[in-house]
């Protein structure tokens, strides 16, 4: 499973829809997606004090567009990849769409339901 951050707002529409399709897709060609052990990486240094997100768990089987693992946009100092999807996620590849509030300290880490899989 691969996982992607959006507003809870974004995701309501996508499921009116059939398909999420952020901005990334027209900027920079993919969607940006994380795993179970990278997800907090993005969520802090781009989404700092939102508290109106939730965590796409997305199976890359189900998708209609293909993904890649590649290095971040910008790279991660420490050379770390990220899956990217090309093009929309369909909502039937969503498994799962959880609440992804930040800490007490206002830091994202993976919600524990997510820390099972």
């Known amino acids: 499973m691969i996982l992607h951050i ?4 974004e995701w309501d529409a996508a499921e009116q829809e059939g398909a999420l ?3 990334s897709l027209d900027e920079v060609g993919f969607v940006h997606c994380s795993d179970l052990g ?14 109106d997100l939730v965590l796409l768990v997305v199976d890359p089987a ?7 693992w590649e290095a971040g946009v910008p790279p991660h100092p420490d050379g770390i990849w990220f899956p990217h999807v090309y ?8 498994a799962a769409a959880v609440e992804f509030p ?9 919600p524990k339901e997510l820390a099972e899989l």
Do not use: H, W, Y
């Not at 930040?102 to 993976?110: E, V």
């Open 6 to 9: 959006c507003s809870r707002d």
């Open 21 to 23: 399709v952020p901005a």
């Open 38 to 51: 990278t997800v907090s990486i993005p969520a802090n240094a781009v989404f700092a004090g939102r508290d």
């Open 62 to 68: 189900a998708l209609d567009a293909p993904v890649r």
């Open 87 to 94: 093009g929309p996620i369909n909502v039937e590849a969503v």
């Open 102 to 110: 930040p800490s007490a300290d206002g830091k994202f880490q993976l």
